[in-house]
């Protein structure tokens, strides 16, 4: 009785993501192409701070936009590397491109929050795009992203970029994005509702309205977060200002961590604003090991007990529709598709991320980031 009810929560929590998941696929589309584009003023606003491996590519990507009347500000985050200088150079040859020096931290806000914030109030544009200095915008994309801003009725618009893994932790976490956005945030409601819960988007790639932006209190609503992909577009929920998502796979690609050690840091930085916050680490934890490790578990042991054929197929099945849609994120995303074979173990380690975090936080151990260190307080 114990495995047939062990079987029922298997299916069930495997199968409701794996349904949602194709349901979203027709909905996380791309912006249209441009077939007469109209040019739009935008400010590409970069926050920077020791980012002098891919601030160079980055800005002269963006440099390539078509269709846009641009201005692109660099806001050096007190760099310890030779971001600035770089920055300098590419300004020498392009007076798009404008350099300045962040001001101090002030008490209470996370640094990329500040600078985003001191960046929208150098921006003289009316569409403002904030972008992370590792990320590389296609030429065309970004005015697609504000043609569908425009055509919309959402003020705040944002998509993940293709991310570019190399390492086996790259592969391994990362592409567990899309899984779980598309497997448990219903679009359809997100579009239809202002509720704040359902805002979501990533932090990598925002386009705004300014005059939104300002209403809704941008980055200064937000100051102490470190995790604006989820919090900028709920807080434009809050002020009444709908917010969407697209498709960015095509839109500009990103290479966020390199190594094993920056993955862990990075998803452990942020980790407390989301699933390991006390309140949702429990049932979160429930339904990913109910629905995508359980399953890898009931078969080993059904199979090697030599359990009923009816329970054979039944744990093929619930293993199935848990790696079903990971292969199909790795064919649509460009994702490795190992990853989504190891899809189980994928999950059991971005778990166990998740339930670090949270004993780190409950015993006041901060996270630093970037030379820079963060408490715990928004836990």
Known sequence: MFLHILMACAIFCSAFPLLLFLRNLKLYSAPAQLTNPKIESVSILIPARNEEDS??????????????????????????????DIVRQITAHDERVKLFHAP?????????????WVLAGLAAKPVLCFLDADVQLTPCE??????????????????????????????????????????????????????????AGCGQFIVVEREAYRLAGGHRAIRGSRHDG?????AFRRAGIKTDLYDATDAASCRMYCNATEVVRGLLKNAIEGIAARRMIIPWSLILFLGQILPLLLVAYIFGSGESLLLRLLSLAALGASLLPRIIAAFRFDQPLASALLHPFAIASFLAIQWVALIRSMLHIPESWKGRTYSHARD
Not at 63 to 78: F, T
Not at 230 to 234: A, G, N
């Open 55 to 84: 601030i160079a590519a980055c800005v002269r990507a963006a440099l390539a936009s078509e269709y846009l009347d641009l201005e692109i500000i660099v806001l050096d985050d007190h760099s310890e590397d030779r971001t600035p």
């Open 104 to 116: 101090h931290l002030p008490l209470g806000w996370c640094g990329k929050q500040f600078a985003c």
């Open 230 to 234: 989820i919090l900028l577009p709920r």
């Open 142 to 199: 970004l005015a697609g992203m504000i043609a569908a801003m425009r055509s919309g009725d959402s003020r705040l618009v944002s998509g993940f970029p293709c991310q570019i893994t190399c390492t086996a932790a790259e592969q391994l976490l990362l592409p567990l994005m899309h899984f779980l956005l598309l497997g448990f945030l219903p679009l359809d409601q997100m579009r239809r509702s202002l509720h704040p819960s359902l805002g």
